[in-house]
């Protein structure tokens, strides 16, 4: 057991305040990793304030994790101290189960995640990134080039492979007209993405003021989603949407603007249903509305790689770690651009300057 400094939500009700914790003794087959930075997820604000329903105190939020191996169990043979690695939203699954062997460990019935999550090995509760260190097993260890910004890699450990995943299983290619609806801390990964692999991307957002950056990202178009008329100038173009908004919206809006068997995909998650889609919509062009999680392991590895050969990383502000209840409420404003990403160093400074 070691002592580890983090920010911890005491109740539901609370701002984050520091707290010590012990982690579990380093087993065999564990890594124990030096955190330097934690992305904030917006899923993280949802956990501490209990919004989902689900959440236990004291809790540790944080999946967006790269750190430097300080140490590595006896039988570990793929890192060693001193490799920089990432941890994101998975610590452990069952690994028996034909998701976990078809190494789409996400969609396991027993996932242990890297918080607020029941540890099925060790018991208790696990505890996550905005901490200083963190031991993993290391099948759930992820390799990060050195070649990347490492503070701006931190959110690729969630945002990047919730949109590099479903772009890769729906096969986008050069090519391909892809539509990503939103430009937030999933929509502006999704344009460095499709852009990377080839595609005509087209931003649909509600806000002119996102015009431009959305072009630097890597748009070839954006369309203001309020203005009809721009709506109606791409009916039935498209190959691909992706949808990160996570609000309830219209989407037939969207659906209208597939080709026959284009699909739309949606990876953010509202706290109301969308309104239902029209079924004449869907079948008289076969469109499809699918959903799409996180990644496995493997292929999250395979985003990292990705990103270390196209040079992708997020658009951060990085800050010290007691900046972070500020961060939150900036978060729920839309005042980021487009990702906070903790200081870990901080941590060991009093007056986070």
Request: net charge negative.
């Amino acid at each position: 057991m070691s002592k580890t400094l983090s920010y911890a939500a005491l109740n539901a009700k609370s701002a984050l305040v520091p707290f010590v914790f012990d982690r579990r003794t380093l087993q065999a087959t564990d890594v124990l990793i030096d955190i330097l930075y934690c992305g904030v997820c917006h899923s993280d604000i949802h956990q501490v304030r209990n919004e989902w329903g689900n959440s236990q105190f004291p809790m540790v939020p944080g999946h967006e994790i790269v750190g430097r191996v300080k140490q590595v169990g006896s039988a570990v043979q793929a890192f060693k101290a001193g490799d920089v690695v990432g941890v994101g939203c998975m610590v452990d699954a069952c690994r028996t189960c034909p998701d976990c062997l078809d190494n789409l460990e996400q969609f396991c019935n027993h996932p242990t995640f890297t918080y607020n999550s029941d540890d099925l090995k060790f018991g208790g509760r696990t505890q996550g990134g905005y901490s200083s260190q963190i031991v993993v097993e290391q099948h759930f260890v992820l390799r990060i080039s050195e070649k990347l910004e490492l503070a701006a890699a931190a959110p690729l450990l969630c945002a990047g492979i919730t949109t590099y995943s479903p772009l890769r299983h729906w096969q986008v290619k050069a090519g391909d007209k892809v539509g990503i609806v939103g430009l937030g801390g999933l929509g502006h990964m999704g344009v460095k993405f499709a852009h990377a692999m080839g595609a005509e991307v087209v931003l649909f957002t509600t806000s002119a003021a996102k015009v431009n950056d959305a072009k630097r990202l890597g748009a070839h178009a954006v369309v203001i989603s309020k203005d009809p008329a721009a709506m109606q100038a791409h009916l039935a173009s498209f190959d691909f949407i992706l949808n990160t908004v996570a609000a309830p919206h219209d989407l037939d809006a969207y659906t209208s603007l597939l080709k026959r068997d284009g699909v739309l995909c949606l990876v953010g998650v509202p706290d109301q249903p969308h309104p239902s889609p029209s079924v004449g919509n869907l079948i008289f062009k076969r469109r499809s509305i699918v959903g799409s999680l996180i990644g496995g392991i493997q292929e999250t590895q395979e985003m990292l790689d990705f990103c270390a050969e196209h040079n992708i990383v997020s658009d951060i502000e990085l800050i010290p770690i007691q900046q972070i209840n500020t961060a939150y409420e900036r978060v729920l404003k839309s005042d980021v651009q487009y990702r906070f990403v903790i200081d870990m160093a901080s941590l060991n400074d009093a007056d986070g300057g």
